[in-house]
């Protein structure tokens, strides 16, 4: 699994991908940190990707490196507003706290995959890894 979460810290940016009516959505997306094997990301609760998961929530992400190793990370969703880690965030990301201002943004949000399975592949002809968290 440290495979997974070392290539995830490196490329956090990738592609979430949820279910809107039936017809897939993929939009670019931030991999925030992994804590206590849940793997979190953040949004705005009036973003239709929100309410796209509180409809349907599963979810797969999926990062590629320069060297062409990728990770898919899919699971069950859970929300959370647990304002250290959002705290977290925003000490991290400058953006990310332009946008919301600070932890206590009614509209700023946590979803992280808690179980769910990663998978690891390249281009090298070797066989995908799987891990289950």
Same mark, same amino acid.
């Given at each position: ?48 990707? !929100?309410?796209?998961?509180?409809? /349907?929530?599963?979810?797969? #992400? $999926?990062?590629?490196? +320069?060297?062409?190793? %990728? ?40 979803? !992280?995959?808690?179980?769910?399975? /990663?998978?690891?592949?390249? #281009? $090298?002809?070797?066989? +995908?890894?799987?891990? %289950?968290?």
């Amino acid at each position: 699994m440290q495979e997974a979460i070392t290539l995830l810290q490196a490329n956090r940016s990738g592609f979430l991908a949820t279910v809107d009516a039936g017809q897939p959505r993929v939009r670019p997306f931030q991999f925030q940190f992994v804590e206590q094997g849940k793997f979190y990301f953040c949004t705005a609760k009036s973003k239709d990707v !929100y309410k796209q998961l509180q409809t /349907a929530p599963t979810t797969e #992400f $999926s990062v590629t490196s +320069p060297k062409m190793e %990728t990770v898919r990370l899919r699971g069950a969703v859970k929300f959370s507003d647990d304002r250290q880690l959002k705290q977290r965030i925003l000490d991290n990301e400058p953006m990310i706290r332009s946008i919301y201002g600070n932890a206590d943004n009614p509209n700023f949000t946590l979803f !992280y995959l808690e179980h769910g399975e /990663a998978i690891v592949f390249d #281009f $090298s002809g070797n066989p +995908p890894r799987q891990y %289950t968290f």
